[in-house]
């Protein structure tokens, strides 16, 4: 990565971007024995649980019975908001055993699923849905061709990106309606890194900074343009923008 000449690169650790990764809704569901499926939902609590939402007549419940658990692979992809050319950002995958969550316990892990996404077909558990428990053994993060083993301990202790909520809708705001703050960004980009065919896009926004993406005729770059400092919430997003812009005009 590169950045402006201004700041040093930062970027979280690795359980932080991998607990990031695990609150994007794309996921595939693989399971010994079956082909992959799409889940209904899935998600990370606050307590670093990991919870998966199936059919109820589906084949991973049907694969359930008369077992106590399954042997599985939760694969989310985490996939940029805004349209590229190779718009895959990262792929986790949580392997370990599925469990249903027992009756007695399912109030509680349906209040900590809806906290984190609050989709209806919870609302059918026990049901038209069965609520599933990942108990995680591995973790693993790749990025690009690199590949990170994540502590199962840190990734669950670790909490997504404080902007992870909001950049889906920032970086499509600024795509489709600011060009001209991409143009400031884009000048923070080094001369010597850009070729006049190469085009500039919106790649991701994290409490660090900006990530843009060099789409070349031939193959691609990621660089990152950061804040002055980190951010801890998207209440102050609005302010470190305006002071990357200032520096871009200044400069």
Do not use: K, N
């Not at 989310?76 to 949580?94: I, N």
């Not at 428990?133 to 990025?143: G, I, K, N, T, Y």
């Not at 001209?180 to 010597?192: C, H, M, N, Y």
């Not at 400092?229 to 520096?247: F, N």
């Amino acid at each position: 990565m590169t950045t402006s000449p201004a700041a040093p690169v930062l970027r979280a650790d690795a359980a932080e971007r991998a607990r990031t990764v695990a609150s994007r809704t794309s996921a595939a569901l693989c399971v010994r024995g079956l082909d992959a499926v799409s889940p209904l939902a899935h998600a990370t609590t606050t307590t670093g649980t990991t919870y998966v939402l199936v059919p109820a007549d589906g084949e991973v419940d049907a694969a359930l019975a008369g077992h106590d658990d399954l042997t599985a692979v939760l694969m989310v992809s985490d996939r940029a908001p805004v349209p590229l050319r190779d718009p895959l950002r990262a792929q986790l995958w949580l392997s370990g055993w599925l469990t249903p969550v027992h009756a007695v316990a399912r109030r509680a892990a349906v209040l900590a699923f809806a906290e984190i996404r609050p989709v209806g077909p919870l609302l059918d558990v026990g049901q038209g849905a069965t609520l599933l428990r990942l108990d995680v053994a591995e973790v693993v993060l790749r990025e690009g061709e690199h590949c990170t083993e994540v502590d199962p301990r840190a990734h669950a202790q670790a909490r997504p990106d404080p902007l992870a909520a909001v950049e889906a809708q920032m970086l499509q705001h600024l795509d489709r309606d600011h060009r001209e703050v991409l143009d400031l960004l884009r000048s923070r980009i080094p001369a010597g890194d850009l070729g006049p065919r190469d085009v500039v896009r919106p790649l991701g926004l994290d409490r660090f900074g900006f990530r843009l993406r060099i789409e070349r005729p031939a193959g691609q770059r990621d660089l990152r343009v950061p804040f002055a400092r980190p951010l801890t919430c998207p209440g102050q997003l609005q302010a470190a923008t305006r002071q990357l812009i200032c520096a871009a005009r200044r400069a």
